[in-house]
C-alpha cells in the first residue's frame, strides 16, 4: 500500500466517525424536554421583552423545529456544513458559533502546550528510567509518575490555588491578573498570561507524563535487549552512539501513536481544570450550557471537541505512517 | 546433611510444578510489597465504607450550629508531662479584630478524655439494627477530627459515611462495563468478520469522545428531583456507557490470539460445544487478564464520579460523596479560609493510588513471561 492509498483509507474512515458523533451531539441537544425555542421565548418573556410571533415562525423554520426529529438533525447539519452555523445560545443570545470561536483557540493552545509538556517531560524521564533500569533514580520516577496518574488535572488546580493564595498571596484564577484586565496587549500582559495558563497546563500535562513514562521506559526496554544492541555493543559503539541511533528513534513511535488516546483526556481534564481556575476556555462555558440546559451550545461544544480529538488523531496517525514504513505495508 | 538438602530442593521444585495458575499467580503477587499495602489499605477503607455509622463519632447530618468552620481537634495524650488516656480541649471561638477572621482558642481548662465505644447519637447499621454504640466520642465536649464545614457537620463522619457512595460506585459501574466488555468482546474475537468490524469500530468511537463531557452531558440531563439510588444506578450507567471499551478490546485480543491456540483447536476436535469451549477453555486462560483491567479501570469511575459531583452534575446532597464534599472547597475563600474541607481529595487519590498499585502488582504477578 503505498503512503497515498494509506492517507485515503484513513481520510475515508474518519468520516463515519465524524458522522456518528454528530448524531450524540444531536441526541445530546434533544435530550432534556422541550426544544430550545420555547425555552428561548421563555426567556426572554421572563425579562419583560415581547418576541413577535412572526419572528418565532421565522426561527422555529430556521432551524427546523417544526419537523420531524430526523429532518431535524439533518437540517442542523446542514446549517452547520452550508453556513458555519451550529445553533443559537439562548442563555448569551448569541450564535453558538460566535461564542465557541473565541474560547476553542485556548483551550486548543492549552490542549497542545499540555501534550507537548508531557512529551518533554516524558521522553526525557523515561529514556532515563530506561538506561538506569532498577537504579535510585528509576524507583523515584516510578513512583512520581503513579502519584502523577492518581492525581487528577482538577486536583492540582485546586491544590496550585490554594498555595499560591495562602503562601505567595497570588491569585492564578482568571487569564489574566487583576492589574492586567484593562491594559491592552502587550508583551508583560502575555507573559501574565502564560503565567496564568501554565497552572493549567502543569495541572494537565502531570497524568500524560505519567503515562509517556512507563510508555517509553517499556518500550525502549524491549528494544535494548534486542540481538541488533548486542551486536552493535559488541562491535564496540559507544553507549551514546548505540542508544540514539535506532532504540531511541524506535521508542519515539509510541509518543506519535498515543495521541489518539492522549487528547480525549487532555481535552477532558481541560475543561475540568479550566472550570477549577476559572480560564475562559470551552470549558466552563460547557458547564454553564448545561446548567442552563443551553443544549446547542452544550451540543455543538461536545461536536467540536471530539472533532478536533479526530482530527488530532489522524495527524498523528499520517505522521507515523510517514515516519515509520512498517505500518503503511503492514 | 546434604541428602535431606537436596529433598528440600526437589520439593520445592514439585511443589512449583503440581501449583495451579492461580498459586503462582498468588506466590508471585506476595513478592509485590506496595501491592499488598495496596490491599491492605483498600481492605480498611471498604471496611471504612461498610461500617461507617458504627466508625463515625457523628451522623453526617448532625449539625452544630455553634461550631461552623471550626479547624480539625487536636488529640492529646500529655497532660501535665504524664502520659494519659487521649483526650481534646475544649475551645472558645472569638473574632480577631486585626485580621478580621474567626480564631478558635484552645481552651486549657476543659479537658474532654475520648470515651471508646460510646454511647452517642442513635443510628441504624445498613438501615436494619439500631444501636447507638460509636467507635470513639467525647462527652459534653465536640471532637472534629477533619474539622467542620460550612452548616457546622463533622467532616470525618462525613467522609466516612461518603465512602460508601464514592467507593462503590466504582464497582457497580465495573460490573456493568465487565458485562457489556466481555460480551460485546467475546462475540468481536470469536465471530470475527463483520461483527467484528461494527463492534469495534464503535469502540473506537466512543474512545474518541472525551469521557468526562460526555458524561457531564449525560448526567446534566438526569432530572434533579430523582432519589438518591436511582440518580446513583444511573451515573454508574453513564460511568460505565464509556467504561466497557478498554475491557472489550483485552478480551477480543486474547478471544483472537487463544482461538489459534493448538489446545481451543484440540477441544473443538473432540467435539466440545461452544459454550464448553467458552467457559472451560478460553475463560480460565484470560481471566487473569480481565481481572487486571478491572482493577486499572476502577479509578476511571472513582474519579468520574468526584468529578461530576463536584461540579455539581453528578449525585445531589443530601447524598455524601467524596466528590460532594469537595463542592465546599469551589468556594475561594472557604478553601483558603478552611482548608480541611480539601480533606476528601486526600482520600480520593488514596484510593486511586492504591487501586493503580493493587493493578500493577496483578499484572506483574498474571504475566507469565515476566522477570
Redesign the interface.
Known sequence: MSFKTYLIRRFLFMI??LI??SV?SFV?IQ??PGDFLTMYVLQLQSRGYKIAQEEVVRLRARYGLDRPLYLQYFIWIWNIIRYGDLGRSFAYDKPVGELIRERIMLSSFIAILSLLFSWGVGFFIGVYSATHQYSFGDYFFTFLG??G????G??IA??V??IS??YFNYNP?GLFSYEYLSVSWNIWKFLDMMKHIMVAVLALGIGGTASIIRIIRGCLLDELRKAYVITARAKGLSERKLLFKYPIRMAINPLLSTI??LL??I???E??AS??LNIPTTGPL??EA??A?DMFL??S??LI??TL??IG?LISDIILAWIDPRIRYG | MEEMYEKVEISLEEKIYLASQWQLIWWKFKRHKLAIIALWILGILYFIAAFCEFLAPYTPETSFDEHIFIPPTPIHIIDDGKLTRPFVYGFNVRMNFETFLREVVPDPEKKYPIRFFYRGEPYKLWGLFESDIHLFGVEDGVIFLFGTDNLGRDIFSRILYGARISLTIGLVGIALSLILGLLLGGLAGYLGGTVDEVIMRGVDFLVSIPTIPLWMSLSAALPRNWPITKTYFAITIILSAVGWCGLARVTRGKFLSLKEEDFITAARLVGCSNLRIIFKHFLPSFLSYIIVSVTLSIPNMILGETALSFLGLGLQPPAISWGILLQQAQDLNVMTNHPWVLIPCLFVFITVLMFNFLGDGLRDAADPYSR
Open positions: 463515519p466517525l456518528l458523533i450524540v445530546i435530550l432534556p503513579f502519584i496518574m492518581s492525581l487528577p482538577f486536583f485546586l491544590i490555588i490554594f493564595l495562602t484564577m489518539g488516546w480525549p483526556g481535552f477532558s481534564g475543561a475540568l472550570i477549577v460547557f458547564l448545561l446548567m440546559q452544550a451540543g461544544f461536545l471537541i471530539s480529538v479526530i488523531s
